[in-house]
């Protein structure tokens, strides 16, 4: 089975993800598609494993196979958590919606570790362009402002939204580089300082639900295997049927 065959016929989840699921897109954004696929059971069964990820197989589309995503859901990495959270569905079978129910279950603490690195690390690169070329780019500093203000809501109320709503429009001043750099510095200090108050009350847990997650993935790779195996007997029965016919 090639890769894109799993991508193709064994998504189990399927959204979009980037500006259009923030509520930032403007004319000519990019539709940055995001998903989740089971491979069968029987696949793990050989030397040679399933992917863990695989990219397309159309353009800016990227999917995770299940236990890799939940895996850094558990780790509440930020790009999975918002996946989880994306306001643009477009596709979803009974497993999905089982891993979307889950949601709350990966929720934790861990997410001020996890999301204060990666804005940092988003920081160090608006800091780079900005030596190299005196501006930052603006696309980059609106889209960290983003995550930091997601993550403090979060840590503030023990929900993920993703949607910037009605502060859309001091997001896109943003980019358009209305905003000077010495207010946008300003914003971020204070959004990390408000993010690192947010975490000593969050109503989040500590760690996130791991038993929870791992029932789930349990049972989807046991009923993927029950499946396969009615599928054989049925293909099975068919042959005996047909020998039998040509007695």
């Known amino acids: 089975m090639q890769p894109e065959d799993l991508v193709r016929d064994h998504t189990i989840y399927a959204c979009v993800m980037g500006s259009r699921a923030f509520g930032l897109a403007t004319e000519g954004s990019d539709t940055d598609r995001r998903g989740v696929f089971l491979a069968p059971t029987p696949l793990f069964w050989r030397f040679e494993k399933p992917p863990t990820h695989v990219e397309g197989p159309e353009e800016e589309r990227f999917s995770w196979e299940l236990e890799r995503f939940c895996e850094l859901a558990l780790r509440a990495n930020p790009n999975i958590l918002e996946c989880l959270h ?3 569905v477009e596709h ?3 497993t999905g919606r089982e891993l979307l129910a889950l949601r709350g279950a990966f929720l934790s603490r861990h997410a001020y570790d996890t999301f204060t690195r990666y804005a940092l690390g988003q920081r160090r690169k608006l800091d780079a362009d900005l030596r190299a070329h005196g501006a930052p780019r603006w696309k980059h500093a609106m889209h960290l402002l983003r995550l930091l203000t997601s993550a403090r809501d979060l840590l503030r109320t023990g929900e993920l939204t993703i949607d910037v709503g009605e502060r ?3 997001f896109l001043a943003v980019k358009r580089g209305e905003v000077s ?3 946008v510095e300003s914003r971020m200090a204070r959004l990390a300082e408000e993010t690192e108050r947010a975490l000593h009350g969050s109503p989040l847990p500590a760690e996130p639900d791991h038993a929870r997650v791992a029932d789930f993935l349990f049972r989807t790779r046991r ?8 599928d054989h007997g049925v293909v099975q029965g068919v042959v005996r049927a047909e020998r039998a016919g040509r007695r």
Do not use: Q
């Open 92 to 94: 979803i079978d009974g």
């Open 168 to 170: 859309r429009a001091g």
């Open 223 to 230: 009923d993927s295997a029950l499946r396969t195996h009615a």
């Open 86 to 88: 994306s306001p643009l």
């Open 181 to 183: 750099w010495a207010e």
